[in-house]
């Protein structure tokens, strides 16, 4: 086969492409959700390697689930674009397996790792080559071998942890100069910051590099949810990360409905569409008021703050809920949008969208915050690759991925708007790239709403059945998955939440080294990620 | 160069009239349930649609603790009967129990300026980002003498959000014994209250007040921004506490 000819098919039958490529040692079938490709374990980095060196894949998540009849399964989630199916690499494991190949050492870079750590802390699966296992979501007063997420150990188990005897966390550092030290950030912030550990590593001036510790929120969402009916988990999904409430709410009603198959009403679809980007307006508009608060810009922090604020009012208005609670379910959306309440908004998101452009605008000519923000935090459109970054934070450093194009959910087929994009990956980049998004956001309201079409607004009552589901959404801070397996009698089997803010924490660390003290603040803000988020 | 000195001053005055007035604007608060006489049946069936036992069944009706409410609206809004009545206002906060109540304000020296000290024990973001809002022009507490504190040292009031994941546990009591007495603990959203949504867990707890006394309770969640001030104005005894539990008479008797 030439490689024209390859190319030619690719898209059609990546499943044969795949089998000729890994003669005899993978079974790859493809299916409306992805193709599947099924391989023994010595086999796994290899393939994983080929997808994102060659064919250009990008990882999405691992999803590790302990099957009914004793066993392990892997899926190892990569996606592309739009024209290319998605790719399930599948690993099935005998009961007595404790360790499997490590894919974040590779070539590819390390955009497994977390999923890996996260893997080994709640099964105690190893993974032989990852270069650091241990402590990551469970601190180190949890008690040793005792795994939260096998199906063995009860959620309701109130364990007696003994509180850590030394709360001051001490890995190791990479400097023993004298003078030298590490800066402990966190957990506990002097305004309302959120729960996670920072250590800046100095010799003087100049921090060199950061230590982070996350999951001091971990609240166990993916385990509590397991055994639970679908309107209670759905609960969870909406409120373990309440900024971006909407999103996950919808990731999970879309996992739901793929595996119901249940058809929302196209005034549904476009419902959840003026929710989402009201949802994603008010969130970068937030992101921006931190980060003018970081560089102490006291007038632009209140302006920005004054727009959250009619936002979230706005959102209250036509959704009840300041922060979109109760809004979704599966089948569609439970608040229409009276006639009054569009008006109101078309004239609102304008007025909105007017007063960003010009916070805009006056920031522009601020040359003193610009000096904060330029060429600080900076991550490399190769670092974001490398460790499959997603959202704003990806689109500041070159990568356009966004899920409403490659995977369009909700009326986003319907509606045109463009994914911005810039390349430098510095602070101001990801400004930049913020208030774009608003302007999108506000022209996809724009065409949503001067053609909401009628009807019904949710399907009527769905019947649960089993089967899995992988649903993706881009919430706004990035691509969100929701994995959601459904037992025969419809409860809630597996729940994987693979959230913008874990895949992005990850690559914190690469904006945050080499840089000066008093740009910490300025580089959290304006990653604008939350902890709740990520530790879920 | 941007001329934001003038920016701000064409803003002009944005500060909520809410100290003395009421505010009432529209998209304030997501209101709150109220209790209400059913029917026993109808009681029951309320009883099991709520999904975090806030509704109970009470003498002639239903009440609503509003510490376990988590706003999923599935006892009002697109339902089919019976449903509970839907309270505006934001007035919400109360004492946390009798003991509280006995101890209740801090002394005048308090009620011109309070300095708050706030945690995270594994709340979502939103009771986070209601707080927030407190600082910006529409809240802007500091013009009724609150004030964000950097250190627990000269903190009065601890305000904490969140069920207290595991790991925050002990964080909330270093916190809270590095603070200087007299102080106040303010629990704020669901989850602080009562565990909420996720706990107790595993991995979380039910609540504040499992680790450390809790004073003032600002149900919601999360709470709208007016109810986390009224928390405030509670503890220093400059509004009156509401109540945490509506019953049938006193839900019917509170339309606000």
Redesign the interface.
Known sequence: MTLSAIADTEPTDFAGLCESRWKGRVTAKLDAAACHVACEPPDLPAICEWLSEEMGYVFATLVVEEESKPGWLLTYVFYKDAATPWVYVELRLDARVTTVPSISGLANGPAADWHEREAEDLFGLSFAGHPRLGEFVLHEDWPEGVVPMRHSFDARRMLDIPEAPNPAWDPPTIFSAPGSFAMPVGPVYSDFGEAAHFLLETVGEDVVRTIQRFFYKYRGVEKISEGRPIDRVLLLAERFSGIAAFAHGLAFCQAVETICDVEVPPRGRALRTVFAELERLRHHVATIAGICNSTALVVATAQAALIEEDLIRLSCQVARHRYFFGAVVPGGVTCDLVEEHRQHLLTAVDEIAQRCEELHRMLRYSSSFLDRLEEVGIVSPDAAAAYGLVGPIARACGATRDMRKIRPYAAYATVDFMVPIEQEGDGYARLRIFFAEIEQSAAILHQILRALPAGEIRAPDIVARPGTALAAVEAPSGAAFHWVRLRDDGMIARYRITSPSFTNWHGFHIATENFAFQDFPIILASFGLSNAECDR | ??N??L??LR?RI?TSAYRSAAEA??????GQPRGVALPAHDAAALVERC??RAIDSCEGGVAIDQRRC?????CH??VEEPAVPWGDGYEWAAYADDVAAMRRKLGHAFGRSLHI?????????????????L????YNMHNLGFF?????RNADVLMVA??V???????L???YEAMPTPKRVVAIGACAASG?????????GGGVAEIIPVDVVVPG??P?PLAILHGLMVVVGRKPPSELISRPSNGEMSPE
């Open positions: 160069m941007a934001w000195v920016k701000g803003t944005k604007v529209s998209g304030l608060s997501p999904p975090t988590v706003d999923c609206f599935r809004a697109d000290r706030f945690l995270d024990a594994g709340a979502c973001g939103a009771c986070m980002s209601e707080a927030r809002q600082i910006n022009p529409y964000m504190t950097p250190t627990p969140g069920p994941s595991d790991a925050m546990r002990l964080p009591r270093i916190t909420g949504v996720f706990g107790p867990s595993f991995a979380a969640c999360p709208p």
